[in-house]
């Protein structure tokens, strides 16, 4: 699952040189809109999925009403890497602990209260963006 997560990024992500990932404000705009306009990444560890088909479909649901573009990877981690403004990414974090997503051991609905975010940086110059959610 790792090396699936690896392999996608050295197909989407050139090396990035030091000089290229230095990132200047321009005289118009202060940095914190310059942050608020370009794209992050997030990598999300889910803890565990019971409902999979009901969780991937809220997930599913939310990065198309939020923008976010990325991409689930499943195997014995569970991971999600998002791909937006800043401030969607924070909107959908604080869905995925505000909101009854998933079932407990009982069967009872409940929230996502173990994920991690693992991650969370400014796209690199030389990565692509997704242009949809991938499951």
Not at 9 to 31: D, M
Request: net charge positive; charged share 25%.
């Amino acid at each position: 699952m790792v090396h699936e997560l690896l392999l996608w990024l050295q197909q989407n992500c050139t090396i990035a040189t030091s000089e290229q990932s230095v990132r200047y404000c321009s005289p118009g705009g202060t940095c914190e809109q310059r942050c608020k306009e370009e794209t992050w990444t997030a990598l999300l560890l889910i803890d565990h999925m019971r409902a999979r088909n009901k969780y991937q479909k809220t997930i599913e649901k939310w990065t198309l009403e939020l923008g976010l573009t990325g991409r689930l990877f499943m195997g014995k981690l569970i991971l999600i890497l998002l791909q937006g403004a800043k401030e969607t990414i924070k909107e959908y974090l604080l869905l995925q602990k505000t909101v009854k997503v998933d079932v407990d051991s009982t069967g009872k609905k409940c929230k996502e209260r173990m994920m991690r975010v693992l991650c969370e940086t400014p796209l690199p110059l030389g990565c692509k963006q997704l242009r949809t959610f991938v499951l």
